[in-house]
């Protein structure tokens, strides 16, 4: 009988090494892999979606329509496990942050085939998620929806970059790329910016920890957006939209007009009254970003846990993270934990050192 009790335990206690090594034995049919998402969906326990992978049943059929006909393409009516049980795998693996060890014996897989099976659908669907569900939304597409912030009508949104530590290289030049001075950690990051519906529209590639995050802004794309969006918005309304960022993107605002970001204290000096007034309104209209980090980490273990697959894996693993965090922000909305979460746990880990 499968056991769903694991899945109900701390999400850091799943990434554990499992001791007990899977026993060798013949493949058999997806008619006998325990569960397959066919099987779930038929008992309708909706306490059991949640936990295996957030998501009730209709948002995850909703989700795998998405990715249906990219996964039916090549998958033969003999396969062991059907294309909705391996997208369903693939959320379960995503949310618990687990080794393929441990679920391969839960499912009733041998380990090089969910191996494969978890890498080879990942790469297939992240277009499709990320295409579907991380857009760009400017002010024009806001102002048609009647979705402009009422504070801020020219808002766009706010920028800011996460780091996730990583598992060390026994080559030391690697290692180098990706040590943080900032965080004192090796790490991969990636920016960033949420609109105020809490809804990322841009996502960098992912960057050794040791790249600024001015230096990120950069070679992101992100400011190619923003003068795109600008030629389409300052003829008609006669202002930059609006992107706020925090003390990192010093220099930002020489690179894009609608740039707002927070004053560094100087060194001879401490901030006046009128300077401390403007960090905190932009601190607050910023918070955004890292509720939305707070939501992507409290979902899923393999963004909250240190990182510990090939690296050049990572990019495609967070905007399909990125894309799920999304979709899940559109059914159940933004709140004060998220950021709670996010704060618990960068402090928690020693992750910002200011």
Known sequence: MFNFDFYFANARALAEPIAVQPQVQREEPFRRLIPSAETLL????????????????????????????????????????????????????????????????????SFSYCHSLLWDTISKIQDDLFKNCVKWT???????????????????????????????SK??????????????????????????????????????????????????????????????????????????ADRGYNGFKNLYNGAVVMIKKPRNRELNNEEL???????????????????LKQLWGIMRLPYKYNHLTHNRVFRICASLTNYHIRHHPLRDNDHNFFFREITSDDEFDE
Do not use: C
Not at 142 to 152: E, I
């Open 42 to 109: 038929e008992e309708g326990n909706l306490n059991k979606w949640e936990v295996m992978i957030n998501f009730t049943p209709n948002e995850f059929l909703e989700l795998y329509s998405i990715v249906k006909e990219t996964l039916s393409e090549r998958t033969h009516d003999d396969s062991k496990v059907t294309p909705m049980t391996k997208f369903f795998l693939v959320l379960v693996f995503f949310k618990h942050g687990m080794f393929a060890k441990k679920l391969a014996i839960d499912f009733g897989i």
């Open 277 to 295: 007034a403007l960090n905190t309104s932009i601190t607050n209209k910023r918070i955004i970003v890292e509720n939305w980090f707070g939501r």
């Open 138 to 168: 400017g002010i024009l597409d806001l102002n048609a929806a009647q979705n402009r912030f009422r504070d801020d009508p020219m808002l766009i949104g706010s920028v800011d970059a996460t780091v996730q530590p990583i598992n060390t």
């Open 171 to 244: 080559k030391g030049d690697v290692n180098n790329k990706f040590y943080s001075g900032k965080h004192k950690n090796h790490v991969i990051k990636v920016q960033v910016i949420v609109n105020h519906l809490g809804q990322a529209i841009h996502v960098s590639q992912s960057v050794p920890g040791s790249i600024h995050d001015f230096s990120l802004l950069k070679s992101s794309g992100l400011i190619d957006f923003l003068m795109w969006e600008s030629n389409k918005v300052v003829p008609l309304l006669n202002y930059y939209p609006r992107v706020y």
